[in-house]
C-alpha cells in the first residue's frame, strides 16, 4: 500500500510540476510585456531550471539522507536500467538544480 502511495504521488508531482513548468515557458515567451522582458529572463531561466529538476527526479525518484559528514541517496527511479554512474550523475545534477533554483528565487525576489 505505502508503495503504490509513493508511485502515485510521485507520477502526480511529476507531472504537475511537468506541465506547469511547460506551460509557465510557453507563456513567459509568447505573453510577456514589454515592461517586464528583464524580469522575464529571470522567470524563463527558473522555469527551464524547474523543468530539469522535475524530470531529474523522474529519472532517479531517490532519497536524500543528510548528516553533518555524509550524503546518502537512494534511488528507486528508471536510472539503473542505464548505470549506477547515471544515477550518480543525476543525484549530482539534482543537488546543482536545488541550488540554483534557490539562488534564482532569492534574486527574482530581490529584483522584483
Given at each position: 500500500?505505502?508503495?503504490?502511495?509513493?508511485?502515485?504521488?510521485?507520477?502526480?508531482?511529476?507531472?504537475?510540476?511537468?506541465?506547469?513548468?511547460?506551460?509557465?515557458?510557453?507563456?513567459?515567451?509568447?505573453?510577456?510585456?514589454r515592461a517586464l522582458q528583464e524580469y522575464s529572463v529571470l522567470?524563463?531561466?527558473?522555469?527551464?531550471?524547474?523543468?530539469?529538476?522535475?524530470?531529474?527526479?523522474?529519472?532517479?525518484?531517490?532519497?536524500?539522507?543528510?548528516?553533518?559528514?555524509?550524503?546518502?541517496?537512494?534511488?528507486?527511479?528508471?536510472?539503473?536500467?542505464?548505470?549506477?554512474?547515471?544515477?550518480?550523475?543525476?543525484?549530482?545534477?539534482?543537488?546543482?538544480?536545488?541550488?540554483?533554483?534557490?539562488?534564482?528565487?532569492?534574486?527574482?525576489?530581490?529584483?522584483?
Amino acid at each position: 500500500m505505502a508503495v503504490s502511495l509513493h508511485f502515485f504521488l510521485h507520477y502526480f508531482i511529476v507531472i504537475f510540476g511537468f506541465t506547469a513548468n511547460a506551460a509557465s515557458i510557453v507563456v513567459i515567451l509568447r505573453k510577456t510585456p514589454r515592461a517586464l522582458q528583464e524580469y522575464s529572463v529571470l522567470l524563463l531561466n527558473l522555469a527551464v531550471v524547474e523543468l530539469l529538476s522535475v524530470l531529474n527526479h523522474f529519472i532517479f525518484d531517490g532519497r536524500f539522507f543528510y548528516s553533518s559528514t555524509t550524503t546518502l541517496y537512494i534511488s528507486s527511479g528508471p536510472c539503473h536500467v542505464i548505470s549506477g554512474s547515471f544515477c550518480s550523475f543525476l543525484s549530482a545534477t539534482m543537488n546543482v538544480v536545488m541550488m540554483h533554483s534557490t539562488a534564482l528565487v532569492g534574486l527574482s525576489f530581490w529584483y522584483r
